[in-house]
């Protein structure tokens, strides 16, 4: 059984080798965030505040004075793994798995910081706090008893040995009752808190999750042998006295008065009368959508850890008949982010309920505000913006269209189920073309049917794409760069590929006659595309971290680099490109956009706003001064076969329209940017591929202000 576990160990001390612990910059500043929790874990409760353990998002506070409204008001992230959390007056102690017991000053809960830590040996998963001292369960490391005596200096006095794992651990008196899992519970007397004794045990089906004592009882979360009650008024000789058998996992215990609250996994709140302890019976039950791990109760409310639902507040006034009253799921995972004039769009994919795609209002870039959210069936992937619709890439569930005309309640009007894994999406004019087990090319002149036309086999994993003119430019894993013609969009062929390394090749990006390649364990591939029927490389440049992404603003590449941040690279040379700037932060970036002077990182956790202009000697766009008027500059370039560009000027963030018509009035290019944009000039791709030669007129509306201007198409 020790080695099971520490193979177990073993495989979490590499995942947190490679978790970044702490900032660190050049030439990029961080100027706005939104940050997201992984999975809710603990929860504590003072006043009119909880205190939420979550996970590698570490120590949130929550004002509960309205328990319908929870609402986040503090962070600290902690920097293991915040698994739970107990108070003692002005402070609060974070399990913090496995960088031991975190000490939080939350004398202002808005502003909570750390005043001290003691980095136990093991895993630290549960924590509870007696008088001058901190007891933990220290998984394989035992129970470890800290004097916190003075909080900024802790330090270790006692340790007593777990035969497998310290999972749980409470307090009654002079003992200690700690679930050693696998075996059962263990009761340690620490009237020496330097010498802690083991005088009694019993065993349990399951060995343990959790524990709980009130009076000469001790309640165990048994996982799937239900709740365990143990007679421990006789130390030497505990025994069990009557069990539950819960219909889920049980793992944390509170008991009020006599009832046993129980968090009970997948089967969410269970309620269980102990009056009679050695005949406990059901009362109640509420089923969450989560997976319950951890509560703790005030009055007549529980405060439930629901994992990836976040914490969940249910009231216990009838036990019998327990009901939800709030609930704060600011759980996410964001992979993607894709901005179009004052919005963000994040494509969330963390396994929750309202997983999707979430809507930010970034026209304060220092205040990033959610404004809604859209649930989708699988796990975002993937958002494009085209007009009116965003386009998702949900893995399993294929393609999906959300009308988002309206910021805080977008919703679906389409779908197209593909037989494969949709992982990225691109769009150029009536189609969507989607990475997904090869590239297929989905039909999206009526959004809300759309349809598969046209599909391409790739012999790799197609991570990602980038499409430009009649070309598609596919991120094609371990198989490297491949390059589709998808001038018929009917009949796509691969016409030339391009393998350089051993790397996964993992996105795309085109620009000007290359391609840049965000590939996973190289970092950024420049490749010459003059000629899309021989890709030759041209240049790399390694990377600290992982490349997953990768975007191009004139002469500078933004690579999104896994848990090592942003990084921004001078490519004006594309045979020497040299890094000039870099954030590594807490998250793990994913994607970036750039627009502006600033870059817009999903970072799994976050989502966060960089601004990256001291980095660079010169701007990478040529923007003029924003004037006092709106423009519609000419376009460029005019004639044009088959893409152009459209331009305008704001004066201040508002609405705007763009829209194309023919000579005989019939609108052909609809909302091409009916949304709020920011102040500053502004460039969209016009797309004549399925029109026919002649002259158009693209009018801009922007409030009272109106402008036309003539486009000519020539084939």
């Known amino acids: 059984m020790r080695i099971k576990a520490t193979v177990f160990v073993l495989s979490f001390a590499i995942l947190f080798s490679c978790i970044a612990l702490a900032q660190d910059s050049l030439n990029v500043t961080k100027v706005g965030e939104i940050a997201y929790w992984d999975k809710a874990n603990g929860v504590a409760i003072s006043g009119s505040y909880a205190y939420v353990a979550a996970q590698s998002t570490g120590f949130r506070v929550l004002d509960i004075s309205n328990p319908a409204v929870p609402v986040e008001v503090g962070s600290y992230d902690t920097p293991g793994w915040s698994i739970d959390v107990a108070l003692s007056g002005s402070l609060a102690f974070v399990a913090d798995w496995p960088s031991g017991l975190r000490i939080m000053d939350i004398t202002n809960p808005e502003l909570p910081y750390e005043v001290g830590f003691f980095d136990t040996p093991g895993m630290a998963g549960d924590v509870v706090v007696s008088g001058s001292y901190a007891y933990v369960a220290d998984w394989e490391d035992g129970l470890r008893i800290i004097d916190i005596s003075n909080p900024s200096d802790p330090y270790g006095v006692g340790v007593y040995p777990s035969q497998w794992l310290a999972r749980g651990v409470a307090v009654s008196g002079i003992y200690v009752c700690f679930t050693d899992y696998s075996y059962g519970l263990r009761i340690i007397d620490v009237s020496n808190p330097y010498a802690p004794v083991e005088i009694g045990f019993c065993a349990t089906p399951e060995g343990g999750m959790r524990v709980a004592v009130s009076g000469q009882f001790a309640y165990v979360g048994d996982g799937t042998g239900g709740l365990r009650i143990v007679d421990f008024s006789n130390p030497i000789a505990p025994y069990e006295v009557g069990f539950y058998d819960t219909p889920g996992t049980a793992w944390g215990v509170e008991i009020q008065g006599d009832y046993a609250y129980i968090a009970d996994g997948d089967s969410g709140l269970c309620v269980v009368n102990v009056s009679n302890p050695a005949l406990p019976i059901a009362a109640g039950r509420y089923d969450t959508q989560g997976y319950s791990y951890g509560l703790s109760s005030a009055e007549d409310l529980i405060y439930l850890a629901d994992q990836h639902e976040g914490l969940r507040v249910i009231d216990i006034s009838d036990p019998f008949v327990p009901y939800e009253v709030g609930y704060c799921n600011k759980v996410g995972k964001i992979m993607d982010v894709e ?106 002149s009526i959004p809300s049917v759309p349809d598969e036309v046209g599909f391409c086999d790739t012999p790799g994993s197609c991570s990602g794409l980038d499409v430009s003119g009649s070309f598609a430019y596919i991120a094609d894993g371990s198989q490297g ?38 590939s996973y364990e190289d970092g950024l591939l420049v490749i010459d595309i003059s000629d899309p029927a021989n890709p030759t490389m041209v240049s790399c440049c390694d990377t600290p971290g992982e490349a997953y992404d990768v975007d191009i603003l004139g002469s500078y ?79 460029f370039p005019n004639p044009f076969n088959p893409t152009t560009t459209l331009t305008f000027t704001l004066p201040s963030a508002g ?50 202000f109106t402008q036309t201007q003539k486009l000519v198409l020539l084939k």
């Open 339 to 444: 901005i179009s004039g004052a919005y963000g769009y994040l494509a969330d994919q963390f396994c929750s309920m309202e997983r999707g795609l979430r809507i930010i209002d970034i026209s304060e870039p220092s205040s990033p505000i959610e404004l809604g959210c859209c649930v989708t069936p699988g796990l975002a992937k993937d958002v494009e913006i085209d007009g009116l619709y965003a386009y998702i890439a949900d893995d399993l569930y294929g393609l999906r269209v959300l009308d988002v005309s309206n910021p805080t309640q977008p919703y679906e009007i389409g779908s197209y189920d593909t037989p494969g894994v949709a992982k990225d999406v691109e769009i150029l004019g009536s189609y969507a073309y989607l990475a997904d087990w090869g590239l297929r090319i989905i039909d999206i």
């Open 481 to 518: 760069l491949r390059i589709i013609n998808i001038a018929n969009p009917m009949a796509p062929y691969e016409i030339s590929y391009l393998n350089p390394s051993q790397g996964i090749a993992w996105d795309s990006k085109v620009s000007g006659t290359c391609v840049y390649v965000a």
């Open 557 to 635: 590449a933004f690579v999104a680099d896994g848990n090592s941040g942003l990084r921004v690279i001078d490519v004006t040379t594309p045979s020497l490109p040299v890094e000039i700037g870099y954030y590594d932060g807490d998250g793990v970036s994913r994607n970036v956009t750039v627009t502006g002077s600033y870059a817009f990182v999903a970072d799994e956790f976050y989502f966060s706003i960089f601004d990256y202009s001291a980095a660079l000697p010169v701007s990478p766009y040529n923007q003029p001064e924003i004037p006092s008027s709106f423009i519609l500059h000419p376009c």
């Open 655 to 704: 609405m705007v329209k763009l829209e194309v018509f023919d000579i005989n009035a019939c609108r052909v290019g609809v909302g091409l940017a009916p949304t709020r944009y920011l102040p500053g000039t502004h460039h969209l791709l016009f797309d004549g591929s399925g029109l026919s030669s002649g002259v158009y007129l693209a009018r801009l509306t922007a409030g009272d």
